[in-house]
Structure formats: C-alpha cells, structure tokens
C-alpha cells in the first residue's frame, strides 16, 4: 500500500526548500464564519488561491486588521483581497460584499444550492479550479471550521470524509483536523517547534477493525477502534515521525502551540 506523507510545514514562516522549487503542495486557502487563527495571514502568504465563504468574508475585514495592530485598517484590507466569495450569502454584510466586489473578487451566489453547506461549495470550487493538477499536491488549509455550533462543526468534518481524496486540514487556534483515509498508510512528519505533544486518532463513520500506530507515547497494535469503546484521544507525540496504518479512515488530531 502506497504511503501518503504528511506535514504542517505551512506554519512555518518559510517553507522549506523542497517546497518552493515547485515540487512541494499547492496550497489553497478557505475563510469560513468563525474566529481567525493567529496565523491566517502566514497561510495567506502561503496560499495561492484564497477563497470567502459567505460570512468569512465578515471575518476577513473585521478581524484581519486586528492582528496587525501597528497597521492602518484601510491598508491591511486592501492588501488581502480573496480571490472569490462563494456561498448563500446569508451572512455576508452588504458593505462587506460591496467592498471586495469592487476590489475585484470574483462573488459566486450559491444560494439555490442548500444541499451542501458553504465548505463544500468552496472546496468544490478549489478542486474544479485546480482539476489539471495532481489531487496529490493539492492541500486545502481551512479556518474558522471549528469553534461555534457544534452541528457547523460536523458538517465541515463531514466534507473531509466527502472529499476523501483530497488534502483538507481544518485549522484553529488550538489544534488541527484532517482524515487519513484508509487506502494508504500514513507518515506524519512532526513539527515539534509549533504542533504537539499532544494528538488524537478517532474512527469516523465506522469502526476501525485494526489500527497500528508508531511514535506515540500510547502506540495501537492492530487495535479496535470504535464509539462506545476505545478511541485513541488525549494521546502524546513521542517522535519526529508519526505512522498510522488503520483498516478505515481516521481522524488526525494535534495540539498547536500558542508560541
């Protein structure tokens, strides 16, 4: 079984080399109607697409200028334009949307899809613009997923599992979420000066029949996992490497550190 290589390198002020001579991920970037990390901008910077959901564009105007304090208003908006604002536009502020439309980001009303909730309509559109790339370099970084209400929160876990193939880590002030999808084993590559030492494996959707793990503090020997019994949370990173090998999708958790 192919194995699938992870890192949070997107948290570091600088990628690393190997990441920016064009063989590392395309990174996008998705706003969603929660809080923003203190580290948005740093994603920003690291993104090359960067897309509003709805109300994310809110928190964009609001909340971006206030972590740059030393910086008028005025021109930290200016300076971070999404490239689209997509969504029910239920919740975007009509100053706001008058704002950036007129900076020229492009405004996608999807409001007569009420299928799907604005990540997936977002996500949707980041798979689609990027479709002549390897789905294997593509990562999507999401903030504002966590926090709020807690049926918001596993809808946006839900899209992780709808769009298995894809890269998708949501990311908070606290911690970070992503699937590792059963079809390959998995390599975590540590970042110990900003995540850690705490983590988290949780089946979703089913049991998982037999998890194997290295590098933790509280490794799984072909381990049943499942609700109602054993799941692996509140665990510790004990290595620069962590591997998972599990017979269903499972959800990766861990800690972020506040400096």
């Known amino acids: 079984m192919d194995v699938m290589i992870h ?16 063989a590392g ?3 996008a970037l998705v706003l969603l109607n929660q809080h923003l990390p203190r580290f948005t901008p740093l994603l920003w910077k690291h993104a090359q697409l960067r897309v509003c959901a709805d ?9 971006l200028p206030g972590l740059f304090p030393d910086e008028d208003a005025s021109s930290v908006r200016n300076r971070y334009k999404p490239d689209m604002i997509k969504g029910d536009m239920d919740s975007i502020r009509a100053e706001v949307l008058e704002f950036y439309k007129n900076m020229g980001t492009k405004i996608v009303d999807a409001s007569h899809d009420q299928d799907t909730t604005d990540l997936h309509k977002c996500v949707a559109f980041v798979r689609d613009f990027y479709a002549d790339t390897e789905t294997s370099t593509l990562c999507i970084l999401v903030v504002g997923a966590l926090g709020g209400r807690f049926d918001h929160e596993m809808g946006n876990i839900n899209v992780l599992c709808r769009f298995s193939t894809i890269r998708i880590v949501l990311v908070s002030e606290d911690c970070l979420i992503q699937l590792l999808p059963s079809t390959h084993h998995h390599e975590i590559h540590i970042q110990s000066s900003i995540e850690g030492p705490h983590c988290g494996l949780i089946p ?3 049991r998982s029949g037999s998890t194997t793990t290295t590098g933790l503090q509280w490794n799984l020997t072909n381990t049943e996992m499942r609700f109602g019994g054993l799941i692996s949370t509140s665990n510790i990173v004990r290595g620069g490497i962590v591997t998972v090998q599990s017979s269903s999708d499972l959800l990766w958790t861990v800690s972020l550190k506040k400096s």
């Open 7 to 22: 890192s949070s390198s997107f948290l570091l002020p600088e990628l690393p080399a190997d990441q920016t001579s064009g």
């Open 25 to 27: 991920p395309t990174y």
């Open 55 to 63: 109300g994310g564009a809110n928190r964009l105007y609001d909340e």
């Open 204 to 206: 979703i959707g089913t």
